[in-house]
């Protein structure tokens, strides 16, 4: 199904994502499951708990389950768990901010810096939920965002990152975008200044139909031309970018056709509340096979069973 069909359907359906508030919800009967679960290493009945709720119904479980206990579950999760299960389960305790900063935090931690996973939260975020993002960063860590950013890249794709952080709405108009983004790609010396001014402070529909002139105009691909006149970490980022708001679903399919396991994690806990369903009908259009599928042939146990919940059902 493809997923401009599911995006007509999200007004009667009321979200197009595949974890969705569970209807018989008693947080009291929740931790008494899991209290038993974790005494008995009983790994299926916290799967299927978790994997069942939503955040707001987790945030509630964790909440009654340290008034009753005086435990933290995140702590019991983490000494009954372990590997990528219990890396999964603590990533679906998070609240939907603070797990998105936990993973900038990680992208950024360490030797080197995984610098797709910062584009595809820059860029497939909203300035609004960005800002809360950063606030929760800021908050969790007792560090500023942007300065950790500006510290982890430089030149031109540290503008590129800072502008997306900071991204915002200015009205423009589009066959002036065009000339501006046109006069850029003829010059001798490409110019990223207007790329990165434009494509962050622009509405998805505006920025569509800028993309779409700039191709008529030169009878290629906003990519291609990308390729031929960019080059680095910024010619990465200005295409990671484009194809994000072309198309931010087959985007995510991409990264997802790897397997990576913390790619995997990172894209299916925080899209599947919102738009999961639509990430998973590009799966299937780029890759030929369902994401339920391609799980299936790359994991395996409990660590399967919770990745196919979240999942939801075959395409």
């Known amino acids: ?23 018989n919800f008693h947080p009291e009967r929740d931790v008494m499951e899991i209290q038993m679960a974790l005494e008995k ?31 933290d579950l995140v702590t019991a ?11 999964l389960m603590s990533d679906l305790m998070m609240p939907p901010a603070q797990y998105e900063a936990h993973r900038l935090q990680r992208a950024m931690a360490g030797i080197g ?37 500006k510290a982890e890249t430089s030149r031109e794709f540290l503008k590129l990152v800072v502008a997306l952080l900071n991204k915002e709405n200015v009205t423009g108009y589009v066959q002036r975008d065009i000339e501006s983004l046109s006069t850029s790609v003829n010059a001798s010396k490409v110019n990223a200044k207007p790329w990165i001014n434009i494509l962050t402070s622009r509405d998805s ?28 970490d910024i010619e990465i980022g200005l295409k990671v970018l484009v ?30 509340e919102e738009d999961l369903l639509c990430i998973r009908a590009a799966y299937l259009k780029y890759t030929g096979i369902s994401l339920y599928t391609a799980l299936q042939r790359h994991f395996s146990g409990h660590h399967l069973q919770a990745l196919l919940t979240i999942c939801r059902s075959e395409d």
Request: proline content about 2%; overall charge positive; hydrophobic content about 35%.
């Open 1 to 23: 199904m493809d997923h401009q069909y599911l995006k007509s359907y999200e007004m009667s359906w009321g979200t197009l994502g595949t974890v969705r508030p569970f209807s």
């Open 41 to 71: 290493n009983d790994l299926l009945t916290i799967v299927r708990i978790l994997t069942n709720r939503n955040n707001a119904q987790r945030q509630e479980i964790a909440k009654t389950f340290e008034e009753i206990t005086q435990k």
């Open 77 to 87: 999760l983490k000494k009954a768990l372990s590997g990528d299960l219990e890396y």
């Open 113 to 149: 810096t995984d610098e797709e996973t910062l584009l595809e939260i820059l860029c497939t975020r909203s300035g609004e939920r960005l800002r809360e993002i950063r606030e929760m960063y800021n908050n969790s860590y007792r560090k500023d965002l942007e300065k950790e950013l």
């Open 205 to 232: 529909r505006h920025l569509k139909k800028v993309l779409m002139g700039l191709e008529l105009e030169h009878g290629q691909t906003v990519v291609q031309i990308l390729e031929k006149k960019f080059t680095g």
């Open 243 to 272: 194809q994000c708001i072309q198309d931010p679903y087959t985007y995510l399919a991409k990264r997802l056709a790897p397997m990576k396991t913390s790619v995997v994690q990172g894209i299916m806990v925080s899209h599947c």
